[in-house]
């Protein structure tokens, strides 16, 4: 990404993203002593759900959005362009998911 492409401004437009999928982003300390919680996405009650260590910095948020949020079929939707690339970028690979609307 160029330097002009703000890590802000991609946090906010891939926070966007996932809203408009239907899914909420939340920032937890997922610090424990006792157990071993990684940032991700998960399913709660029907609610789908990407949850990231409030610990990360803007760009590790970021990546995990970008590859969480490449499991869903984008096609219908406008994204910038650079911030298409970025998710391209990140892909986990798998097959895509149906959006959750």
């Known amino acids: 990404m160029k330097s002009n492409f703000s890590a802000h401004f991609l946090l906010q437009e891939l926070e966007n993203l996932a ?7 939340r920032y937890e300390n997922l ?7 990684h940032s991700g996405a998960c399913k ?7 949850i990231i260590d409030a610990r ?3 760009s590790a ?3 995990l959005l970008a590859r969480e ?3 869903y079929d984008l ?3 406008y994204i910038v362009p650079r911030v298409r690339e970025y998710i391209a970028l990140h892909s986990s690979g798998l097959e ?3 959006p959750q609307i």
């Open 19 to 25: 809203s408009q999928l239907g899914i909420e982003v």
């Open 31 to 37: 610090r424990d002593e006792e157990l071993s919680f």
């Open 44 to 50: 709660l009650f029907s609610r789908s759900l990407i």
């Open 56 to 58: 990360c910095l803007a």
């Open 61 to 63: 948020r970021s990546r």
């Open 69 to 71: 949020l490449s499991k």
């Open 75 to 77: 096609e219908n939707f």
């Open 96 to 98: 895509k998911n149906l």
